[in-house]
């Protein structure tokens, strides 16, 4: 996966704030990105297939490296079943004794089962409910949205290249409105926040048609 730099933005953000630091630049270009990502969900990546662990019920994201997972899409089981996504609190409704410490084999039979919700804990764990029993191999594939985590330096080139402009505009929207700086222009940061939001919303269009990019890595379901 081709990566591509915050401060390749730099010479796009500094006519419109001259004297601005490179360091406060590529700052404000990271968060940009971020909110970038999370308003359009246009980073889709797809988890490699693995196989689930009898009695198990954590399980940490196999991500790219500096990226947080904003939005689970979609997780198949065993190629074909999707899993539903639920909260915390409706998992702790629907399974009361779900948080056991214990894996032995009585514990798997009396609690485990085949799986059919997944739970987003945080950005670099969820759960798989109810715990994967013994009964047969559970296999499962994942595709979600990703973001830039806070001490990334890049990101993927070719998302980063569709959300250009909405970068750059939100970055400027921001930088704009600091105050006790020479650059400071609230109705020049006014226009930038219209365009951001158009952006957003053109790329948010794309996304509905199937023009998002996407990180794959693994095969595509097979459909009975």
């Not at 990566?3 to 006519?15: E, G, I, Y």
């Not at 996504?85 to 089962?113: E, K, M």
């Not at 290249?161 to 929207?173: G, P």
């Amino acid at each position: 996966m081709a990566k591509r730099t915050f401060a390749s933005l730099a010479s796009r953000v500094n006519p419109s704030v001259p004297g601005c630091s490179l360091p406060l630049m590529v700052e404000h270009i990271r968060n940009a990105a971020i909110i970038a990502c999370e308003r359009t969900l246009a980073w889709r990546y797809e988890q490699p297939a693995y196989n689930l662990t009898p009695g198990k019920y954590v399980y940490d994201y196999n991500k790219p490296t500096d990226t947080e997972v904003h939005a689970v899409m979609h997780v198949a089981l065993n190629e074909h079943e999707a899993l539903s996504p639920i909260t915390l609190d409706q998992a702790t409704d629907l399974f009361p004794g779900w948080v056991r410490a214990s894996t032995t084999a009585q514990d798997i039979a009396d609690n485990g089962g085949q799986p059919r919700f997944i739970v987003q804990v945080s950005p670099s764990q969820y759960n798989v409910l109810p715990p994967p029993n013994a009964d047969k191999t559970y296999t499962l594939r994942m595709i979600y949205a990703l973001k830039p985590s806070r001490a990334a330096g890049e990101m993927d080139e070719g998302v980063m290249n569709q959300l250009e402009e909405a970068i750059v505009s939100k970055t400027l929207q921001d930088l704009l409105v600091l105050p006790g700086t020479a650059w400071s222009d609230r109705e020049l940061a006014s226009y930038h926040a219209k365009q951001f939001i158009a952006r957003v919303s053109e790329n948010r269009a794309h996304a509905n048609i199937g023009r998002m990019r996407a990180s794959l890595t693994a095969k595509a379901p097979r459909f009975a």
